[in-house]
């Protein structure tokens, strides 16, 4: 039996409850609280903050090694951007639980509609599962491939190199145990800060890539009241009062988008800034690297965060053309001119509000766009 579009998105939710209580952090169970895996995954992440530390120590002061110290920031960034990630879940978990369960009460909603409806909803649905299973593929080909040089470079140059570039108090990478130590360790991390960092994203890719949901049902709502002001009946006492209603209820829906789009752009705001400053810092370090010749995984790391950083662009990008599609709607797809001089006011103010909204931004300055993207490598 087919599911519907309400049992779809519920198994999208599932997924990222699954994903999120691996990591600890099941905020989307109302009776969530800090658990014993919550705090060994953050102290984990404690552990590498230090680890760290003490290796800029090393390269910087014992072994005066300073190029390798750009590999060590590059890994880094990853690292701080899953620590935020992992923040912001605990600290608005609140507001993330409202997103998640906003859409699926759309779902809910408007599955019962007729087939207009339902086409947009299923267009949605179908493109958060493209943006998980894309998302899935690329972090496991990405990790796969970065963990496989190691074995590599053993095999075909008999050549011992790191995975990551953190060492440990005691351990000597030059001898085989060390090295084995050491290597296993890396791949651990490696394995664990992909998938930490892919179950936030999922998260966050869902709930901003529903966001031209809204502006489709409101094309869907804008039909349905050009059907009745095209009757003869829209001058009559019902055809007004069903007008008056169908109004209504497009104002109250761009004011639901407003919330959410709003709800989004402060719970993210971190997450974003961290997200754009660190890989930018992560592709300038890496490409020094490369040019260097200090690291044979560069390359594949480079490709993780030119992707990251085009993809959150792409999603700041979304919601840009979702907010000119809300303007779009209020010029050119409502019959204004049959509407009442009271209803166009209000129609007039709706207007003026989508001219003022705002789409993500970095940093409250720069907004999050493919433009950016293209300019921050610069």
Known sequence: MAKTLVQRYETIVRLIRIFSGICGANIFNPAFKKNILTWIVIIFIYQYFVFTGYTLYVKIYIDKDRPSVLQVLCYLGSAVQGYCKLLNFLWNKDDIRYLIYELRDIYEKYDLKHADYRCCLEKNINRVNRFIKFMATMHLVITITLIAVVPFYRVVFNERILIMQFLFPGVDPNTAYGYTIITTIH?????????????????????????PLFRDLLRCKCQDLNEILEEERASEEEGFAEIELLLKDIFQWHQKYMRYITTVKENYFWVVLVEMRTVALSIASTLFCLILGKWPGGLTYLTYCFIMLYMYCGLGTIVEITNDGFIDSCYTEIIWYRLSVHQRKMLQMMLMMTQNTEGLT?????????????QLPN
Do not use: K, M
């Open 187 to 211: 791949c651990i991390c490696i394995l664990f800060g992909s998938f930490g960092n892919f179950a936030a994203d999922v998260c966050f890719f869902n709930i901003v890539s529903h966001v």
């Open 362 to 374: 970095i940093g409250s300055v720069i907004p999050l766009t493919v433009n950016t993207g293209l």
